[in-house]
């Protein structure tokens, strides 16, 4: 089983500065089968990026996904205030398997 | 408009059962898988299982093999989540998502989430 680790735990950023979120996983993967999701709370999660680095429909183009292997990235580009929010990596495997990462806290310093 | 409605919030005591369920429109309902995820509070994401509504064909995680039940009725749009004796470690939110597999896998339209409360 591939395991995701999202680093950091939390990160404390301020509206305008530029947000990277990283995730790891223990085996390669495919980067047809890598995602992310934002999470605010009381929500659902929402999908960001799928396919590594493409984005959802709907996405704003501050949003960005990139990698390939174990190393993927989530880069917003300048933070707004609906952006704090927690982040998770998303993985695809066989059997219809999906597994997340435990999530990056992104919060307001 | 792709849509995904689970029914509301469950207040359930240990060893009582539960079914939950989640419908969707706006899209052919037999032609997606279906999967469920649950949160604890305060806790990230897991995946549970998933459901081919067309022809029921259904697989689980093996974290939750054996504790849940997850099945489909494709004539009225709607896959359902079911325990048939709750622990009060079952209290979580569930969310059904919609796996999309076109031009990379993802969970592309999910649930707004039904909260299960197990407590006597």
């Known amino acids: 089983e591939i395991v995701l680790t999202q680093s950091p735990g939390t990160l404390s950023l301020s509206p305008g500065e530029r947000a990277t979120l990283s995730c790891r996983a223990s085996?390669?993967?495919?980067?047809?089968?890598l995602a992310w999701y934002q999470q605010k709370p009381g929500q659902a999660p929402r999908l960001l990026i799928y396919?590594?680095?493409s984005r959802a429909t709907g996405i704003p183009d501050r949003f960005s996904g990139s990698g390939s292997g174990t190393d993927f990235t989530l880069t917003i580009s300048r933070l707004e205030p609906e952006d704090f929010a927690v982040y998770y990596c998303?993985?695809?495997?066989?059997?219809?398997?999906?597994?997340f990462g435990q999530g990056t806290k992104l919060e307001i310093k | 408009e792709v849509q995904l409605v689970q029914s509301g919030a469950e207040v359930k005591k240990p060893g009582e059962s539960l079914k939950i369920s989640c419908k969707g429109s706006?899209?052919?309902?037999?032609?997606?898988?279906i999967g469920w995820v649950r949160q604890m509070p305060g806790k990230g994401l897991e995946w549970m299982g998933i459901?081919?509504?067309?022809?029921?064909?259904?697989r689980y995680s093996p974290s939750f093999q054996g504790q849940v039940t997850i099945s489909a009725d494709k004539s009225i749009s709607t896959a359902y989540l079911q325990w048939s004796s709750l622990k009060a470690s079952d209290t979580a939110m569930y969310y059904c998502?919609?796996?999309?597999?076109?031009?990379?896998?993802?969970?592309?339209?999910w649930g707004q989430g039904t909260l299960v409360t197990v407590s006597s």
């Open positions: 998303q993985q695809y495997g066989s059997s219809l398997m999906y597994t």
């Open positions: 998502a919609r796996h999309q597999a076109v031009a990379g896998t993802r969970l592309d339209y």
């Open positions: 085996q390669s993967v495919s980067s047809s089968y």
């Open positions: 459901i081919y509504p067309g022809d029921s064909d259904t």
């Open positions: 396919g590594a680095s």
């Open positions: 706006g899209y052919s309902f037999t032609s997606y898988w």
